[in-house]
């Protein structure tokens, strides 16, 4: 019963390409969000989506764009990889409101070599 | 600036000891509070929620306004318990937030037998 799902659990990519994160939630959810998670960091936000073609950054967004052209798609892109974007990246989906909190996807391993 | 602390990056202690982990934030307004956990090999997950007052697993958590903590806790801790914990409000401010988390570093909790 996944409900959030990452495209991919591990990515390696070379510096310089253009890296694709795909997330999937299929609970009608109207917001989704974008996290890079590293040891000692926690959880930084990168961007958010709380509606269908609509974005806004989060806490780190340089060096990422999103898309969101369907509900229940949200795309993270990395223009130009780089190896400070190696990371663990977390998608997740959450109702309208504040009081639900979030379903996370598995996470993606991206390695920028 | 809004944030959150979580002071201990890690936290040991023995089965059956009572266990807390701390968390501090500062908001302004009542933000909601919510606990997640990750588990060894598993997504984030919810754990427990302020607005609910309920007890996950035997965690209980108190928001207390006065010294803007929401300490999270269990009397007899487990080594099923062992995991990655986060606390996370969200900065409502009395309008939407779109249910944004601001996550804290994290403290890495084990559960020695």
């Known amino acids: 019963d996944v409900k959030v799902t990452q495209s991919s659990r591990y990515l390696v990519k070379r510096t310089g390409e253009k890296v694709f994160l795909e997330c999937v939630q299929d609970?009608?959810?109207?917001?989704m969000f974008w996290y890079r998670q590293d040891p000692g960091l926690g959880l930084r936000l990168i961007y958010f989506?709380?509606?269908?073609?609509?974005?806004e950054k989060g806490d780190i967004p340089e060096g990422y764009s999103v898309s969101r052209e369907k509900k229940e798609r949200f795309s993270l892109i990395l223009e130009s990889a780089s190896t400070n974007q190696t990371s663990m990246y977390l998608c997740?989906?959450?109702?309208?409101?504040?009081?639900?909190?979030?379903?996370f996807g598995s996470g993606t391993r991206l390695t920028v070599v | 600036a809004q944030r959150v602390t979580q002071p201990e990056k890690l936290l040991s202690v023995f089965k059956g000891a009572p266990v807390e982990l701390k968390c501090n934030y500062s908001?302004?307004?009542?933000?909601?509070l919510f606990w997640y956990v990750q588990y060894s090999r598993q997504r984030l997950q919810l754990l427990l929620r302020?607005?609910s007052r309920e007890s996950i697993k035997g965690f209980t958590a108190d928001l207390n306004k006065g010294e803007t903590s929401f300490h999270l806790k269990k009397p007899f801790a487990q080594e099923e318990d062992s995991a990655m914990y986060y606390c996370?409000?969200?900065?409502?401010?009395?309008?939407?937030?779109?249910?944004?988390?601001?996550f804290g570093q994290g403290t890495i909790l084990t559960v020695h037998p």
């Open positions: 908001y302004s307004g009542s933000p909601e």
């Open positions: 996370a409000p969200t900065p409502y401010a009395g309008g939407t937030s779109y249910g944004k988390l601001t």
């Open positions: 609970m009608d959810h109207e917001n």
């Open positions: 989506s709380y509606d269908v073609k609509m974005k």
């Open positions: 302020h607005i």
């Open positions: 997740a989906s959450s109702f309208e409101g504040d009081n639900y909190g979030y379903t």
